[in-house]
């Protein structure tokens, strides 16, 4: 499952790929502008998502697991890996965020 983010905090979703709406309950105009807090709960591991962000903000390859939550609320455990996408010129212009469900 893919989803493609802003570059900049808050990480605004810009695009969902099918896989991404099957395993996460929401269309893409439900996804689009919104931030990836629609899939985060309360069971949610926010210390691995700080860490996460810190590896993004650092402009790095980041990876690990998390348990998020389906639009209905039915939790789901994922690899999340989370890549930087760069322009010609080598900027990073958006992050590429790959869900596995395990």
């Not at 990480?11 to 990836?36: D, Q, Y």
């Not at 899939?39 to 990876?63: H, M, W």
């Not at 690990?64 to 994922?78: A, R």
Request: proline share 5%.
């Amino acid at each position: 499952a893919r989803v493609i983010t802003e570059a900049s905090h808050p990480f605004r979703i810009v695009h969902v790929n099918p896989s991404w709406m099957s395993l996460c309950g929401f269309t893409e105009e439900e996804a689009v502008g919104k931030t990836l807090s629609i899939i985060q709960g309360p069971a949610t591991d926010f210390d691995a998502i700080q860490e996460l962000e810190k590896n993004v903000n650092s402009c790095r390859y980041a990876a690990t697991i998390l348990l998020n939550y389906k639009k209905g609320g039915e939790p789901f455990v994922n690899f999340l890996q989370t890549i930087p996408l760069v322009n010609e010129d080598g900027a990073i212009t958006h992050f590429l965020g790959i869900l596995e469900d395990l």
